[in-house]
């Protein structure tokens, strides 16, 4: 990525950040390179090879038509001229890719013909876990179709397990039928076929995003008290972060309490949701307070920890507490990124320090930290919010050259500064790299610009000052 010009650090006073800490830990050895094998020569293959066909051969849209007379005649056909073992995963890929278009009735008939056809092949748990798949997705008003399917199991003596529920579970809720998901994990539970925390929490989380807190909680209970099933850290983390993105941080403090009569103490990773949670606020002390409470509970803090802090200190107009932060996160070893320094950036812009924003990006630059669209942008936006448009086209340049991308409130504004100094052409060209570049859609560049122009002209028929 291109660097700042010398033309646009000249304008910067020498504000440029501190050296790179020393107490950043030195990078491990390289480890020695594996010797290079070199590939084989290609042997040529006969003609006979050539014919045969493999399990690789196979193409996955193997059925092109969901007609169930079809389907075993060309199970058949290819049966009788592959060469190769026909194998359990030969059978299970066939029968994929016919359940993919199928019914799953006809999906059934055609196993039961594989199995009459060949006598060697035994289905086991995956083969049906392909019918089971099939019969979660299918827009059923019960769960019969997947009753069918393991019962079809227990029949030829494979009883449900973990991975069952697992399969179950996910694709009841993917395909949206969460109280079928509710319904047959109880039921599997209530025969010894518990779900793992995997799959548990899994489905805790999507009931997370469509159903209300209190009834998550009642399944939750529901699932302790009558399953011995009980939430670990990940579940109530699952439960702190779903809280906190609906800005419910009281309840989501009390979740920290009840983990930890639980026996769980909070990680990073918890503290860290919670601190986004007041950032997202504007929140900072509160942020800082989790921050506090953290190097209290002996948790150490991550990258994370400091880019969240950063953010949100920096967003709510606190810019010398944040550039603070930033000091302890290199002292700490930790290497700020693009995310840490545009959400400086991001703060210092709002303050009207657009030119102390661009000296951070050639500090951020001589740390060897590239900056990305996004850190551009936000530059772009708070040069032309301070006025600076002979800087911003300089900065703008640097980011063609780079093939970057514009962002929407970027492009918006940098094309409202240079209408409004009569700039039409120049405005006219941020508008074809926006569309080559695919920073926006046709329409929206289009509209954005129109806007604009329309704007301009208004206010010079009014006599408004632009």
Not at 163 to 168: G, N, P, V
Not at 437 to 464: F, I, N, P, R
Request: glycine share 4%.
């Amino acid at each position: 990525m291109g660097k700042v010009p010398p033309s646009l650090r000249s304008a910067i006073s020498t504000t440029l950040m501190k050296k790179q800490s020393s107490l950043v830990p030195v990078e491990s050895p390289v480890p020695p390179p594996k010797p290079h094998h070199f590939p084989k020569k290609p042997t040529r293959k006969t003609p006979s090879q050539l014919s045969r066909k493999t399990h690789e051969d196979i193409p996955i849209a193997l059925f092109k038509t969901p007609n169930l007379s079809d389907a075993k005649k060309l199970f058949n056909s290819v049966i009788s001229t592959t060469k190769a073992p026909v194998d359990l995963r030969f059978h299970n890929s066939l029968l994929q890719s016919y359940a993919s278009i199928s019914t799953l009735q006809d999906s059934i008939s055609l196993l039961r013909h594989m199995i009459k056809s060949n006598p060697s092949f035994s289905p086991d748990r995956s083969t049906y876990h392909i019918l089971l798949t099939q019969s979660c997705k299918a827009p059923d008003a019960t769960l019969a179709s997947v009753h069918q399917t393991l019962n079809l199991m227990l029949t030829n003596g494979l009883s449900p397990d973990k991975f069952t529920a697992d399969i179950a579970v996910r694709s009841l809720s993917l395909a949206g039928r969460m109280e079928h998901a509710i319904e047959l994990v109880k039921e599997l539970s209530s025969k010894d076929t518990k779900p793992d925390t995997y799959t548990y929490n899994f489905l805790v989380k999507h009931l997370c995003k469509s159903r209300s807190l209190s009834m998550v909680y009642d399944f939750i209970d529901e699932m302790r008290n009558n399953f011995d099933l009980k939430p670990d850290l990940v579940t109530y983390t699952v439960l702190i972060d779903n809280v906190c993105n609906t800005k419910n941080l009281r309840e989501a403090l009390r979740l920290v309490g009840v983990l930890n009569e639980e026996g769980f103490k909070p990680d990073c990773f918890v503290y860290n949701t919670i601190m986004k949670g007041y950032c997202m606020l504007s929140r900072g002390n509160e942020a800082i307070g989790v921050y506090n409470k953290m190097k209290e509970e002996g948790v150490e803090p991550d990258i994370v920890t400091y880019n969240t802090l950063i953010f949100g200190l920096s967003k709510s107009g606190r810019v010398r507490e944040a550039r603070k932060f930033l000091g302890i996160m290199e002292e700490k070893g930790h290497l700020p990124d693009a995310v840490t320094y545009t959400s400086l950036m991001n703060g210092m812009c709002r303050e009207g320090d657009a030119l102390g924003a661009l000296a951070l990006l050639g500090g951020m630059e001589a740390k060897g930290c590239s900056p990305n669209s996004c850190t551009y942008s936000t530059l772009l936006h708070g040069l032309c919010k301070s006025r600076l448009l002979e800087k911003a086209l300089e900065l703008y340049a640097v980011m063609k050259s780079g093939d970057m991308k514009l962002e929407t409130a970027a492009y918006a504004t940098f094309v409202r500064a240079l209408c409004r100094e009569g700039r039409i052409a120049e405005a006219y060209e941020v508008f074809d790299y926006v569309v080559e570049s695919k920073s926006l859609t046709d329409v929206a560049a289009y509209t954005t610009l129109e806007s604009t122009l329309k704007w301009v002209k208004k206010a010079k028929e009014q006599g408004h000052a632009i």
